[in-house]
Nanobody, 125 residues
Framework: QVQLVESGGGLVQAGGSLKLSCATS????????MGWFRQAPGKEREFVAA????????HHADFVRDRFTISRDNAKNSVYLQMNSLKPEDTAVYYC??????????????????WGQGTQVTVSS
């Protein structure tokens, strides 16, 4: 099993920045890729960014490209999401996910088998 714990969410004004962290524990050697997803009230969960555990490949959703950056620190068994130039429409619960069988930065939630509890990000206008 793999455990994921997100942190770093909060309330920020539009144009501000936040850095989300996802700490992993358990069978971390089984992780091939990790991703960040978000879900706003009344909306479906959507892909934000993903990274292979080696860090050699990343993928960002078009709507966050040039504003958000995913990264990882294997020594700390952690993945991060740096969010800059935040907009009110970025308000959502952000979830960290890990895949133990897919080694590409996939946009599909179904390819991730471990999920964190989520961290709330609220951007005020």
């Amino acid at each position: 099993q793999v455990q994921l714990v997100e942190s770093g969410g909060g309330l920020v004004q539009a144009g501000g920045s936040l850095k989300l962290s996802c700490a992993t524990s358990g069978r971390t050697f089984s992780i091939f890729a990790m991703g960040w997803f978000r879900q706003a009230p009344g909306k479906e969960r959507e892909f934000v960014a993903a990274i292979t555990w080696s860090g050699t490949s990343t993928h960002h959703a078009d709507f966050v490209r040039d504003r958000f950056t995913i990264s990882r620190d294997n020594a700390k068994n952690s993945v991060y999401l740096q969010m800059n130039s935040l907009k009110p429409e970025d308000t959502a619960v952000y979830y960290c996910a890990a895949s133990s069988y897919n080694n590409s930065p996939s946009i599909l939630p179904s390819l991730y088998d471990y999920w964190g509890q989520g961290t709330q990000v609220t951007v005020s206008s």
